[in-house]
Structure formats: C-alpha cells, structure tokens
C-alpha cells in the first residue's frame, strides 16, 4: 500500500506558516488587475471597432472571466483575502456573480472536491471520466464549446440550478433537486434570490458601458461568456484532473501544468496551473504556489506533471 504523502511530510512548520499567509493587499490588487484588464479591453474594441479587435475581445475577455472564476475560488477557500467578509461578499460580488456563481454554494460543493479528489465520492469525477477520447470527439467538444452550443446549455443548467429545480454543481452530471409540494411561486422565489447577484452585476456592466456611450460593447462579454470562457474552463478542468490516477494520493490524482504567456492569459490564470500544490496545501494562495512548485521540485516530491497545456491535450486525446 502506497504511503500518502502530506504536506507537513514535506515543508517545515514555519514553512507551512509563511506559505499559508493571506494578504489583503494581494487579494485587492487580484481582483483590481482583472477587472483592470477587462476595462482596458472594452476601452481598446471602442478605439478600433473591427471584426478582428472583437474576436481577440472576445479571447481576452473570456480568460478573465476564468480570472474571476479562480478568485472565487480562492475566496472559497477563504485564502484570496484575510477577512471573511472581505472573501464572503466583496469577492462574491465582484468575482463571482459577475460570471452567473456564488461563494457560498460552490464552497460547499468545492469543498467534497478536495475531501473525495481521485475517489467515486468525488462531485467533480463526472469532468474527468470520460477521458481518454479520440481527437475527433475533443475537436468536437471545442466546436461546440466555440459554437456557443456548450455555453447555453451551461446558461440553461444554471438557471435550473437558480429555480431550485436541480441540486448545485460544477460537474457534468446534474440531479434534480426534491422539493415535494413547492409551488410556482416558490421556485420564482428561489430564482429570484440565486439570480439577483448575477443580474444586478451585469446590469452595473452594461450600465457602465452605456454611460461611456458603447453600450454595443456588452455583446463582447456576452459572447466571451458563451464560447470563449467555456472553452478554457474545458482545457483547465482537463489539465487538472483528467487522465490521472484513480487514487486519493494527490501527487497521482491531480495535474501541474506548466502554462506561458498565452495560456496565463487564457486557460490558466492566477497560476491555476499549479494544482498539485493546491491540492497538497489548500491554504496558500494562488500567489505563492510558484514558490511552492520550485520547494517541491528542488526537493524532489514533483512527479505528474506536464511540460505544457498542448502535451496535456495530446494526452487526453489519445488516438484510437
């Protein structure tokens, strides 16, 4: 039987504390940058309106709306910030609802996640399982993904979710949710109070751009939700978990991918990539897992990992 490795098998105490410090200066700058970016993309597609600026808009775009998604998820641990009301609320409305989620449901369900990671227990398998696949359904999984055809199906399971009519989650599989004698009007309650953040925040979005008097400038955000933010959340969830190990061992469950420019840019922002350092120590930001991957590879403990996202599709799309 294979002994688990820990972190504290690995890193001293003091090195545990000084990894594990949260700063609040760090978690304002995350948040700023990313929608820093966001603005400077929508102040670049109205200085040179083309086809051409709208679809690297729309690349852009989508990337931090991955952006957002990860410093909701940080804040879920309740690392992006020192304060919990600081992780609770301001992230929830600033990272989360923006891209249609909430801090506090997908903690509960995150947090199964990394209780069950690499075991049948786990909500999130249904995102691994299926791979293997051959080049031509991958292909068509991006096509779809580029189509917008996986983005309103995303959009209707989300609204489901909203209405209390299906059980949370950010898996594949999706369970309705039993409610016995509810009536309509309590489902619109539910989806009245799930929604609210999501709607209120996009109409401060469209809002803004109507002031500046580019109001057409929205349809990049829309659009970017629905093919470009989909498709990169595909390749992360992928690099992350697919085609490993069966094992609650997270040097062999889980995925480091190295990731460049580009794909900090698109697929793996706010150092996502380094996941097996997430999963070892939950507690560290995202700003210190780089320091973390050079600890652990100069002590020798790194083995799974991917010299980059292209080798990772190349081995979730095996040929057969």
């Known amino acids: 039987m294979t002994t688990l490795i820990k972190a504290k098998d690995v890193f001293s105490f003091d090195e545990i504390r000084a990894l594990t410090a949260r700063s609040n200066a760090a978690g304002f700058w995350a948040i700023a940058s990313t929608w820093?970016?966001?603005?400077?993309?929508?102040?670049?597609?109205?200085?040179?309106?083309?086809?051409?600026?709208?679809?690297?808009?729309?690349?852009?775009?989508g990337g931090r709306q991955l952006a957002l998604s990860i410093l909701m998820h940080e804040?879920?641990?309740?690392?992006?910030?020192?304060?919990r009301v600081w992780n609770d609320v301001f992230t929830d409305w600033l990272c989360a609802r923006p891209v249609w989620n909430d801090v506090a449901r997908y903690r509960k369900h995150h947090a199964k996640h990394h209780t069950h990671t690499g075991t049948d227990l786990d909500p999130d398998r249904s995102l691994a399982d299926p791979f293997p696949v051959s080049r031509g359904a991958l292909a068509r999984k991006f096509a779809r993904d580029l189509l917008g055809i996986s983005g309103i199906r995303r959009v209707l399971g989300l609204a489901l979710m909203d209405l209390e009519i299906l059980e949370y989650t950010v898996a594949a599989t999706v369970t309705r949710r039993p409610?016995?004698?509810?009536?309509?009007?309590?489902?619109?309650?539910?989806?009245?109070?799930?929604?609210?953040?999501?709607?209120?925040?996009?109409?401060?979005?469209?809002?803004?751009?109507?002031?500046?008097?580019?109001?057409?400038?929205?349809?990049?955000?829309?659009?970017?939700?629905?093919?470009?933010?989909?498709?990169?959340?595909?390749?992360?969830?992928?690099?992350?978990h697919a085609c490993t190990e069966r094992s609650p061992d997270p040097f062999r469950n889980t995925r480091t991918t190295r990731a460049g420019l580009l794909a900090r840019l698109t697929v793996a922002p706010c150092h996502?990539?380094?996941?097996?350092?997430?999963?070892?120590?939950?507690?560290?930001?995202?700003?210190?897992?780089?320091?973390?991957h050079r600890m652990l590879r100069e002590r020798r403990a790194l083995e799974n990992s991917e010299p980059n996202y292209g080798a990772v599709l190349a081995r979730v799309a095996a040929s057969f």
């Open 75 to 83: 804040a879920a641990h309740r690392s992006l910030f020192a304060g």
């Open 179 to 240: 409610r016995g004698d509810w009536r309509w009007t309590d489902y619109a309650r539910a989806g009245a109070r799930n929604a609210s953040g999501m709607l209120l925040t996009n109409l401060a979005i469209a809002g803004a751009l109507a002031a500046s008097g580019h109001l057409w400038l929205y349809w990049a955000w829309v659009v970017a939700y629905f093919t470009t933010y989909g498709l990169f959340m595909r390749i992360r969830s992928l690099a992350e």
């Open 36 to 61: 820093g970016i966001i603005a400077l993309t929508f102040l670049a597609l109205a200085r040179w309106p083309h086809p051409v600026t709208f679809i690297l808009a729309v690349i852009v775009l």
């Open 272 to 292: 996502v990539n380094f996941h097996i350092e997430h999963h070892l120590l939950v507690a560290v930001p995202y700003y210190r897992l780089p320091k973390m």
